[in-house]
């Protein structure tokens, strides 16, 4: 392991100036995300907390955005959309964090500049406590190297932009606290540290389920550290394990969880989808850890690697091989830390496989990752550890090594600092199109025929709440398909919208709210938001053609039928019945 002399019985004043600037550098790139105007579930979170939102939810709940038996209510406000299942439920349980939104907003009312700022902390605070465990686990110039890398790690720019993931900064935080506590009380024998470890993650817990994410590292610990009996590592992990559990199943009891979507996908509740959907996602995952590639495939990288599930495999093989070289001299306990972090960081990735691939859910696995790499970048810097053997495998390993410093310690940064820019910028621009895009006053129900963004599918309304603009009692998307939409009226109050590119509900987005293996059967009436939706035609289990009736004329006073665009909503004349139009792909407003 690394040794008292090479990690130091004391912190040394220039693994504190590293840190400061560390945490200076990266604040710095992430300093434009601060104007970043409030965004998606930012929207649903001021409402619950103005006591806007259409259901009530209290004062710790404000990321129950949906609950089972809340269908049709949030349909008939176009909270949810007109296809979502019936069985749906998008609900987390995060007091602590739903404390934290709340107590943003009694200090600082509707400004965001605070709350950003007030993200930011808990940021720094997560990288604080991550230079502290890598400092634990390698020798001291590398731990350096590490809180670097993690610090321009660009997974942590959308939680510090996005106020609603902030909850991911505050549950790393204690949960990484109660990571050092363990190891302390493993190493050291102090007693206390035991307490420490449960109130730590217990803390983590009530900040939400990315818990479970720094809990792998106290699993891994045992699993490869830790020399005692098996037993014994057993009963070592129940500090840490039991408040998680305890909190994350009394959640369960009560009811919060996901269900009935495509894309939140419960492995209690549906093993088989959850199984085939990690398939996907942790290779993903890995390659945004490894070869700092947008999970999304989004990214310069994604553009010269690809996006296949091989590359994220690869990347993790490749890392693998290239510690095996560069470690293969190194003192075997040391070997052993180094083992820990990386099997930590991907055991890490396990609890956030149930949501959508992105780069925020790395928050925490990014630790493990950060610690594995920096022994590669210190290995080409030519520090203690640096592959020295000549031949072919050694120098593939150097090779290895300067990739990893140039994509961690250039292409990382440069990631944080575009991306930064862009979702201020991006969401700037979106909500002004949308305020642009406010409708007269009068208009009681607006009619999207297709949408091309989740701001624009749930939240227009409650941007216009926010800006005391006139908002319609019903508001409805009838389609998120990327390909034109033939429309045809067929009478005043009845249209029929057929796809001519891809089916509808194929999307990320429109699955989210109905899983695949739960189709809409054709001629099954779907209610809500006024109107009732039938499918005509399915084609591959999806729709091909809809059929939408909707409860009055949609020529009649109060209603604005609209199509979105790049530019805002743009209102759009109906054809005379048995007429019919082409609507072009939607646009995302701003972008």
């Excluded at 979507?261 to 942790?282: T, V």
């Excluded at 003192?331 to 180094?338: F, G, K, N, T």
């Excluded at 005391?468 to 005043?492: I, K, N, Y």
Aim: glycine share 10%; aromatic share 6%; net charge positive.
């Amino acid at each position: 392991m690394a040794t008292e002399r090479e990690r130091g019985p004391r912190v040394a004043g220039w693994e504190l100036a590293v840190l400061a600037g560390a945490l200076a550098l990266g604040a710095a790139l992430r300093w434009p995300a601060l104007a970043t105007p409030r965004y998606l579930d930012d929207h649903a979170q001021l409402a619950m907390i103005e006591g806007a939102w259409p259901l009530p939810r209290a004062g710790l709940d404000v990321f129950a955005f949906a609950r089972r038996g809340e269908r049709a209510a949030l349909v008939d406000t176009g909270l949810l959309p007109w296809w979502t299942d019936g069985r749906f439920s998008l609900s987390m349980g995060r007091p602590l964090a739903s404390a934290l939104a709340r107590a943003d907003h009694a200090v600082f009312g509707r400004g965001v500049r605070g709350p950003h700022v007030h993200s930011l902390v808990w940021w720094a605070l997560a990288v604080s406590a991550a230079a502290v465990l890598l400092r634990a686990a390698l020798p001291r110039r590398t731990a350096a190297v590490a809180t670097v890398l993690y610090a321009l790690d660009a997974a942590h720019t959308l939680p510090v932009a996005w106020l609603a993931n902030r909850s991911v900064l505050v549950a790393t935080f204690f949960g990484l606290v109660g990571t050092i506590a363990h190891v302390r009380w493993r190493e050291q024998r102090r007693a206390h540290m035991a307490a420490v470890v449960t109130v730590a993650f217990g803390l983590s817990a009530l900040a939400g389920e990315y818990a479970a994410s720094s809990l792998a590292y106290v699993l891994a610990w045992e699993l490869i550290v830790a020399r005692d009996p098996a037993a014994v590592r057993l009963r070592a992990c129940l500090p840490a394990v039991a408040p998680v559990a305890l909190v994350f199943g009394t959640f369960r009891a009560l009811g919060y969880g996901a269900s009935g979507s495509g894309q939140y996908i419960d492995p209690l509740g549906q093993p088989q989808a959850f199984a085939l959907a990690a398939a996907g996602r942790m290779p993903a995952l890995l390659a945004d850890a490894v070869l700092a590639r947008a999970a999304d495939g989004a990214s310069l990288v994604a553009a010269v690697v690809g996006n296949g599930p091989v590359v994220g495999v690869a990347a993790l093989v490749a890392l693998v091989g290239t510690l095996a070289v560069v470690t293969r001299a190194m003192d075997p306990a040391l070997r052993r830390r180094i083992a820990w972090l990386l099997v930590g960081g991907v055991m890490a990735l396990v609890p956030v496989l149930p949501s959508i691939p992105s780069s925020r859910l790395l928050v925490a696995s990014g630790v493990g990752f950060a610690g594995a790499l920096a022994v590669l970048v210190v290995g080409v810097l030519a520090l203690p550890g640096a592959p020295r053997a000549q031949g072919a495998l050694a120098w593939a390993a150097r090779g290895a090594c300067l990739l990893a410093a140039v994509l961690h310690l250039g292409v990382a940064p440069w990631r944080t600092w575009t991306e930064a820019r862009f979702v201020a910028d991006f969401v700037r621009r979106d909500r002004a199109a949308l305020v642009r895009s406010a409708p007269p006053a009068g208009t009681d129900r607006m009619v999207v025929l297709a949408a091309g963004d989740p701001e624009t599918l749930h939240y227009p309304t409650l941007v216009w709440r926010e800006e005391g603009l006139p908002v319609p009692a019903r508001w409805a998307v009838l389609s998120m398909t990327p390909s034109p939409l033939l429309l045809v009226r067929l009478d005043a109050n009845t249209l029929d919208l057929r796809s001519l590119g891809t089916p509808m509900l194929t999307t990320a987005m429109e699955t989210m709210y109905r899983a695949p293996w739960r189709p809409l059967a054709v001629g099954q009436p779907v209610r809500g938001a006024g109107l009732v939706a039938e499918v005509m035609e399915r084609e591959g289990g999806y729709p091909r053609q809809v059929r939408f009736r909707f409860d009055r004329d949609l020529d009649a006073p109060g209603t604005l039928v609209v199509v979105a665009t790049a530019n805002g909503l743009v209102p759009l004349r109906l054809p005379p019945v048995r007429g019919g139009t082409v609507i072009p792909p939607p646009g995302v407003p701003g972008l």
